[in-house]
Nanobody, 119 residues
Framework: QVQLVESGGGLVQPGGSLRLSCAAS????????MAWYRQAPGNQRELVAT???????SLAASVKGRFTISRDNAKNTVYLQMNSLNPEDTAVYYC?????????????WGQGTQVTVSS
């Protein structure tokens, strides 16, 4: 069992940067694959980035070259560094943890943090 709390969202101008943090509680963080999702008003929830237990990362095509995902297992925290933000990045960003179990897998979600890119 793991609990996730996102922080770092806010209002930023186009071209600006933000760093999101996801703090996890519980003993399963180091064995969890982590991800960031986002959902804009009226849109489907979109996978933004993933990072495995050993640090292998992947990014959606729409954010490659601008975003970076990382994790610090000693701090039970995963980060999303967002640079060169544009209005299309405006969304609620959610942290996700996925843990393998006998019957398949189990997902855990944070409450989300709002990112608004506007001049």
């Amino acid at each position: 069992q793991v609990q996730l709390v996102e922080s770092g969202g806010g209002l930023v101008q186009p071209g600006g940067s933000l760093r999101l943090s996801c703090a996890a509680s519980g003993s399963s963080f180091s064995s969890a694959n982590m991800a960031w999702y986002r959902q804009a008003p009226g849109n489907q929830r979109e996978l933004v980035a993933t990072i495995t237990t050993d640090g292998s990362a992947s990014l959606a095509a729409s954010v490659k070259g601008r975003f970076t995902i990382s994790r610090d297992n000693a701090k039970n925290t995963v980060y999303l560094q967002m640079n060169s933000l544009n209005p299309e990045d405006t969304a609620v960003y959610y942290c996700n943890a996925r843990i393998r179990i006998i019957a398949g897998f189990r997902n855990y979600w944070g409450q989300g943090t709002q990112v608004t890119v506007s001049s």
